[in-house]
């Protein structure tokens, strides 16, 4: 991920020196929601804020309590805002490198090792999705009150989530959702179409060309499997796309909140763009199943640190997306219109083995956070890594590459060619 030499030297020094085991911070954090935000169709970034009593009660909610029984302490490389703009520019325009100054800053970010903090941030997650009452929504510690809506305008089409903040104010949990439609996740609404859009642009090999009749969403296919490799890079620029939309709501919470500690959640889509921020300010992050975002990250030009310890991503065998198998003209996927055909993650893995060891068969009905919360989560595993009967157990955090790449490197679109073939206007989406 263009990478300069210096930097890659100290990652190779930092695998040796950084223990594998962070520290463990048993101080628990208690949580409250406190903002609602949504991007409009022009792109501006609301937020529904429900700090007061009185916007409590007309949004529907309720004061309550969320519990994160433990965190974990992580060194985080960060470099400024300003140089990792102008490294990200001059990869994308000159294709140079930049050696960027990297500094380590010791931050508290959520213990992914323990199966209470997993599940409390996949509720959070999944809730992104639905209205209080929902037949859907997990009920989390204290009262909702029901009778009101949710806080979305029906206008308000594209990215959006939810904004957790500690009691102390020391911490905020940006929570994104992911894609909604009735085969994956979160039924219809306003966000379908720039959901699929995004979608098909972040995780296609090029531009959602699966087949002949396939209208693809930017101009970048050639012939056979050849693509414009600057083309396809410049598609992923725009403005109304969710990544910038993504990186200008990080700005605005941390306006809000200056001296919080800001940790990014999502599952599906929001894992993806939750990780995508993540890399790109340098904040925790827990992706749940999703699709893998290192190729997107490289065709958005994001400068890599030395360590993305940061970044944990928690899925299981048995969902096709995470797994980059929900590809090809007959699957699932691609009969619903959508190209998913990247599976290559950023940072580390829990991957429960859902399919060796509760004999699941893989299937796209797999992939709801539903299905991760009550029958991932919610089972008593029985492993050679878990006592039997364990409840409490995580499988083991790995680098991504170690468990989706052949001697430490993963690749994603194997079959097709990337590269010049002619001279075309780049970047134009149809």
Known sequence: MYLNLPSTLYALLFSFLWPGEQEVLNTPLTFNLRHIHASTP???ILFADVKNPERIHALGHDSFNLEIPSTRRLAIHRTSLNSFQAARQRSLVHGESITLDWSEDQVEGPDVNNKKVLMTLAKMTANAYVEVGDKEWYDLPGNWNQSFPFGWSPTDDGFRGHVF???????????????????????????VKKD?????????????????????VCGCYDKGYRCEQSCVEQALQEDSLFYPIGTNLYNNVTYLY????????????????????????????????????????RRLHLPSPPSLQHI????????????????????????????????????????????????????LSNHPIKVLIDSVFGVDWKTNDAKEGDKDFVPKCRKAVEIEGEDGVCMDCFNWEFGEFRNSTKGKRK
């Open 42 to 44: 022009s792109n501006d």
């Open 312 to 363: 944990t991503h928690v899925y299981h065998t048995a969902d096709p997306i995470p797994m980059g198998t929900c590809n090809g003209v007959s699957s699932l996927c691609a009969l619903a219109g959508y190209a998913m055909e990247s599976r290559c993650h950023l940072g580390e893995v829990i991957r429960y083995d859902t399919v060796s060891q509760l004999k699941w068969g893989v299937s």
């Open 258 to 297: 200056p001296d919080a500690n800001i940790w990014v959640i999502g599952h599906s889509l929001g894992g993806a763009l939750a990780s995508l921020v993540g890399l790109t300010f340098g904040a925790p992050v827990v992706a749940f199943e999703a699709p893998g975002e290192a190729m997107a990250a």
């Open 196 to 216: 699929k859009l995004n979608d098909n642009l972040l995780f296609s090999c090029c531009c959602a060309r699966v087949g002949p009749t396939w209208s693809t």
């Open 165 to 191: 903040v500690s009691e102390d104010n020391s911490t905020v949990i940006l929570s994104v959702k992911g894609t909604s439609g009735p085969w994956i996740a979160g039924g219809g609404g306003p966000t």
